[in-house]
């Protein structure tokens, strides 16, 4: 979570497990679903860490209040779901997965705020820290920025050889880094998408292929992590203590 207290993931029941660093308890927060096995795609936090949501092939949409371990909300969704989270402000969750559209709900309600087209194949989401738009990774290699006001744009660039896997934004907005399946890691420009480079590519891939899918995060103190799994008997950390020279 956002404030350094929580971490949850999903078990092979595709139930959700929060467990929270400060009291060392482990809580399950869903149900086992029977067959679930790959089930949970996307789980995300809150910026305000108050909230956790998360969705799947279940095609329903859940969301958490952390503080009393209760359920604010669980509605159904006909399109699965492979990219999920908050806007920055905590009252927004945009989701996406293999429809031609991407959803953007009311974090309390789930009511649907509005859609976007041409979004078919999103696998990774990350909100510009203005709110004003998002910055979308594909199933196809390719990145995308959809503006929320003003002209929108479905141009997209190609700059991975895989899935995007994630997408992390720069503390001062302006770059964005993006992974993919494989552990490429790139940097583009997140007000224009224009493409600086690749930072990172792991020289030895077990199998042809990451086995953990790879996750990026800038800390606030501007260092960027990379974890992924090679193959190894455990994950492989990577870190630059800054990217600033990108340009």
């Given amino acids: 979570s956002p404030n350094g207290r929580y971490f949850a993931w999903s078990n092979w029941d595709a139930q959700i497990q929060l467990h929270d660093l400060t009291a060392s308890d482990t809580r399950t927060l869903s ?3 029977e067959n679930a096995l790959g089930s949970i795609e996307a ?32 509605v159904p969704f006909s399109n699965s779901s492979g990219a999920l989270q908050f806007s920055p402000d905590s009252t927004q969750l945009a989701r996406g997965g293999r429809a031609d559209q991407l959803t953007i709900v009311s974090s309390d309600k789930l009511t649907t705020n509005t859609t ?29 920025i959809r503006r929320l006001f ?28 993006s992974v993919d399946d494989s552990g490429q890691v790139a940097m583009w420009n997140a007000e224009t998408g ?32 990379l974890i992924y799994n090679d193959g190894g008997n455990a994950p492989q950390i990577v870190r630059w203590q800054s990217v600033a020279t990108y340009d």
């Avoid at 305000?48 to 209040?65: H, M, N, P």
């Avoid at 929108?152 to 503390?171: A, C, G, M, N, W």
Wanted: hydrophobic share 40%; proline share 5%; net charge negative.
């Fill in 31 to 33: 149900p086992p679903i």
């Fill in 43 to 74: 789980v995300c936090f809150s910026p305000d860490s108050q909230r956790i949501a998360w969705t799947g092939k279940e095609e329903q949409l859940s969301t958490f209040r952390i503080a009393e371990l209760s359920s604010l909300q669980t």
């Fill in 116 to 144: 976007l087209d041409h979004c078919s194949g999103c696998t990774a989401i990350e909100w510009h820290s203005s709110g004003r738009s998002l910055l979308l990774g594909f199933r196809s290699g390719s990145i995308q």
């Fill in 150 to 177: 003003g002209v929108d744009s479905i141009q997209r660039s190609y700059v991975h050889r895989k899935e995007v896997r994630d997408i992390t934004l720069s503390p001062d907005g302006n770059l964005a880094v």
């Fill in 194 to 225: 224009e493409i600086f480079g690749v930072l990172f590519e792991p020289t030895i891939i077990t199998h042809g292929s990451i086995l953990m899918a790879p996750v990026l995060e800038f800390l606030d103190s501007g260092e960027l992590v």
